[in-house]
């Protein structure tokens, strides 16, 4: 994926409107000269999906926000991103055990279903090229959580979370390149499902069942090396060995 940087030269800004969003982008150079910059952002204009405007039980929200900058660090460029969205999705439905209020008029009230989802990107990216030899050093963190909430009956939460670091170099001599690099990142999973009892007797009965979790946790660290070295043979063709 390739993100256009900021006019270096001067201040630009670009938005639209739509029926159910506004976005806006504003990018240019940063003070003295230091390299650019750029930042977008969108967000929901109408959240309500439905005709029952004012209800909370039936709403879309979503918003995003993407940050850039690109400057000069020791003869190379270094970029810095940031990237952060959130979503939500709200309706009302009856969950399967009261499927007989269907037949009968209130009390029985229907029951808000609740989606939500976020995730956000922070990197950062230095690249340099002295004489024959390009390096490419990035780091990274990224995290996406969801929340589900059916009827508010069941439940799951859920992240992933994921922190790397990785630095490649390359030299180069005539048609011949020799690359080599590391790269270690740990991930962190934890999913958490639960169920709450339907009626207040079953919760006043047995206060654990309100939970009865089921969750699942793992945080691996996951490192590698390798080492590749590459051949060309005309502008079509190469030839690449490595580990």
Same mark, same amino acid.
């Given at each position: 994926?390739?993100?256009?940087?900021?006019?270096?030269?001067?201040?630009?800004?670009?938005?639209?409107?739509?029926?159910?969003?506004?976005?806006?982008?504003?990018?240019?150079?940063?003070?003295?000269?230091?390299?650019?910059?750029?930042?977008?952002?969108?967000?929901?204009?109408?959240?309500?999906?439905?005709?029952?405007?004012?209800?909370?039980?039936?709403?879309?929200?979503?918003? =995003? %926000?993407? &940050?850039?900058? +690109?400057?000069?660090?020791?003869? /190379? #460029?270094?970029? !810095?991103? $940031?990237?952060?969205? *959130?979503?939500?999705?709200?309706?009302?439905?009856?969950?399967?055990?009261?499927?007989?209020?269907?037949?009968?008029?209130?009390?029985?009230?229907?029951?808000?279903?609740?989606?939500?989802?976020?995730t956000g990107t922070d990197a950062a990216r230095w690249r340099a090229r002295h004489g024959s030899t390009a390096w490419d050093v990035r780091a990274w963190h990224t995290r996406f959580d969801a929340d589900i909430d059916w009827a508010?009956?069941?439940?799951?939460?859920?992240?992933?979370? =994921? %922190?790397? &670091?990785?630095? +490649?170099?390359?030299?180069?001599? /005539? #048609?011949?390149? !020799?690359? $080599?690099?590391?790269? *270690?990142?740990?991930?962190?999973?934890?999913?958490?499902?639960?169920?709450?009892?339907?009626?207040?007797?079953?919760?006043?009965?047995?206060?654990?069942?309100?939970?009865?979790?089921?969750?699942?946790?793992?945080?691996?660290?996951?490192?590698?090396?390798?080492?590749?070295?590459?051949?060309?043979?005309?502008?079509?063709?190469?030839?690449?060995?490595?580990?």
């Amino acid at each position: 994926v390739a993100v256009a940087d900021g006019d270096s030269a001067r201040l630009t800004s670009r938005g639209g409107l739509t029926t159910d969003a506004v976005r806006q982008a504003v990018g240019g150079p940063l003070p003295a000269g230091l390299g650019t910059f750029l930042v977008s952002g969108r967000m929901d204009r109408s959240p309500i999906i439905t005709d029952q405007r004012g209800s909370a039980q039936h709403a879309a929200h979503f918003g =995003d %926000l993407f &940050a850039k900058t +690109t400057t000069g660090v020791a003869g /190379g #460029s270094l970029e !810095l991103f $940031a990237f952060h969205s *959130a979503d939500r999705l709200a309706f009302a439905a009856l969950d399967d055990g009261e499927g007989a209020a269907l037949l009968h008029p209130p009390p029985f009230a229907a029951r808000p279903n609740a989606l939500r989802w976020s995730t956000g990107t922070d990197a950062a990216r230095w690249r340099a090229r002295h004489g024959s030899t390009a390096w490419d050093v990035r780091a990274w963190h990224t995290r996406f959580d969801a929340d589900i909430d059916w009827a508010q009956r069941s439940r799951l939460v859920s992240s992933l979370e =994921d %922190l790397g &670091a990785a630095a +490649t170099g390359t030299w180069t001599r /005539g #048609s011949a390149s !020799l690359s $080599a690099g590391l790269d *270690a990142q740990r991930y962190d999973v934890r999913y958490r499902v639960s169920r709450q009892p339907a009626a207040p007797s079953a919760i006043a009965a047995s206060p654990d069942s309100l939970a009865s979790p089921l969750s699942i946790t793992g945080a691996p660290l996951l490192a590698s090396a390798f080492v590749e070295t590459r051949l060309r043979a005309g502008t079509r063709w190469s030839t690449a060995l490595g580990i």
